[in-house]
């Protein structure tokens, strides 16, 4: 049974998160629908475990303890532990931006970014979510996930139109996914944001489930020309971390 005072919090929390530039506390209680007075009490409690800290046109804004918390919460993922060391090592090999990914509540969430001197700069950053559909770190995620798994993420999914790439049938993605399956890696080509192609694998765990997903990303004419390679280098890197994870390939 969930308490309300703390599901309360973590939906402060989680709208925070989505806004920057901070919030009031009407304008927490309005996006939230809870009364304004026991929004006013939340947030000063958070306030005064600097959970959150107030601005001078009274605002409120995640706080520092949040970075401490994440931080071990993100030393805490073995997958990202594992990983970090072979990322590097590719991000110089193939000299673009390396990407690394967990999936959570149907989402993609970035657990580490590693961002070449020379490559394009992207919106995506750690701790930011992305849509599964139109991105390439998301397709691996669902081309290599058990099928009634994939089925019912999809089925979750709106195929909204971001680029003139973006796939918006679901027929067509599962067609497309069923050839990323195939071929061991996903690909998206402009369909998150334009200029930007990207290639990513799986990560696989001891239990043979998809723990992460990793990628390499960069602008399309860059990229094009060395795809297979940075393919290649790409599988190299994601089943070495897998390895590490007690994955034994069948």
Not at 31 to 54: D, E, G, H, M, W
Request: aromatic share 6%; with cysteine.
């Amino acid at each position: 049974m969930s308490v309300k005072s703390a599901v309360r919090v973590m939906e402060i929390l989680e709208l925070l998160s989505e806004h920057s530039e901070g919030l009031t506390v009407k304008e927490i209680s309005v996006a939230l629908s809870f009364p304004q007075s026991s929004t006013f009490n939340l947030v000063q409690t958070l306030c005064t475990r600097n959970y959150l800290i107030q601005t001078g046109t009274k605002q409120y804004k995640l706080g520092p303890k949040l970075i401490h918390i994440g931080s071990n919460a993100m030393e805490g993922l073995d997958v990202q532990s594992e990983g970090e060391l072979h990322l590097r090592e590719l991000m110089e090999d193939v000299q673009e931006t390396v990407f690394m990914a967990v999936l959570s509540e149907g989402e993609l969430v970035y657990v580490s970014k590693m961002e070449y001197n020379r490559s394009i700069r992207t919106g995506a950053k750690i701790g930011s979510r992305k849509p599964l559909y139109c991105t390439g770190l998301g397709k691996a995620f669902l081309a290599f996930l058990p099928e009634a798994k994939r089925d019912s993420l999809i089925e979750e999914q709106e195929l909204v139109k971001i680029t003139e790439n973006t796939i918006t049938s679901k027929a067509d993605l599962i067609e497309q996914l069923k050839q990323f399956s195939a071929q061991g890696y996903s690909i998206d080509d402009e369909e998150n944001e334009e200029g930007l192609y990207c290639l990513a694998a799986p990560v696989f765990n001891a239990n043979n489930e998809v723990a992460a997903a990793i990628s390499i990303a960069g602008p399309k004419y860059r990229m094009l020309p060395n795809k297979e390679a940075a393919a290649g280098k790409l599988l190299a890197v994601s089943e070495t971390i897998s390895q590490k994870l007690g994955y034994i390939k069948s």
